[in-house]
C-alpha cells in the first residue's frame, strides 16, 4: 500500500512541478512587465506597502502512519495600492504572483509528502530485507535444529524401550 500511495503521490507530484513551471513562467513575464513600465525602485516601494495575498494555514495530516503537512492556501481579495504612478501590468503580476503562490503551496505539500512517504519506504524495505535475509532463515534453523533434536530424542527413547523389552523377555 505504501508504494501504491508514493506511486499517486509522483503523479501528482509531476503534475504540480508542470503547474508551477508554467506559473513561474507567467508570473516572471508579468514581473518584467512592471519592472520595465513602473522601475525597480518604485516596485519596491509598492511592495512594502501591499498587505498578503495568501491566507495560508499547514495542518499535519497522517497517511499509512506517515506524517506530512496539509497546507490550505486561499487567495485574498486584492487591494488597490495607489491611484497615480500605477500601471494595469503590476495588478496582472500580483494576480500571476497569487496563482504561483497557491501552485508552489501545493507543490511544497505534495513534495514533502512524497519525501517522508518515500523515507517511510527505505525503511519499510530494510525491515522486509532484515526479515527476509535474516531473521526468518535464523528461525528456521533453529526450527530445523530443535526438530533434529526432538527426533534424535524420540529415537534414543525407542532404542531404549527396544533394550528393555528384550532385557525383559530375556
Known amino acids: 500500500m505504501l508504494t501504491r500511495l508514493v506511486y ?13 513551471r508554467t506559473a513561474l513562467e507567467v508570473a516572471y513575464r508579468w514581473l518584467s512587465i512592471t519592472h520595465m513600465r513602473i522601475g525597480g525602485r518604485k516596485l519596491r516601494r509598492l511592495a512594502l506597502g501591499l498587505p498578503p495575498a495568501l491566507d495560508v494555514t499547514i495542518l499535519p495530516r497522517s497517511s499509512l502512519g506517515v506524517e506530512y503537512p496539509a497546507v490550505t492556501a486561499e487567495r485574498l481579495p486584492l487591494q488597490p ?16 504572483l497569487g496563482t504561483m503562490a497557491l501552485v508552489l503551496a501545493r507543490l511544497g505539500e505534495a513534495e514533502t509528502a512524497l ?14 530485507n532484515a526479515l527476509r535475509y535474516n531473521v526468518i532463515p535464523k528461525y528456521r534453523n533453529t526450527i530445523r535444529f530443535i526438530e533434529a533434536s526432538l527426533e534424535e530424542e524420540e529415537r534414543n527413547t525407542l532404542f531404549q524401550i527396544k533394550v528393555l523389552r528384550e532385557q525383559e523377555s530375556a
Open 81 to 96: 495600492v495607489a491611484l497615480m504612478g500605477t500601471d494595469t501590468s503590476l495588478d496582472q503580476t500580483r494576480v500571476a
Open 8 to 20: 499517486q503521490r509522483l503523479a501528482q507530484y509531476r503534475q504540480l512541478r508542470g503547474e508551477a
Open 115 to 128: 519525501w517522508r512517504l518515500l523515507e517511510e519506504q527505505r525503511k519499510t524495505q530494510k525491515r522486509v
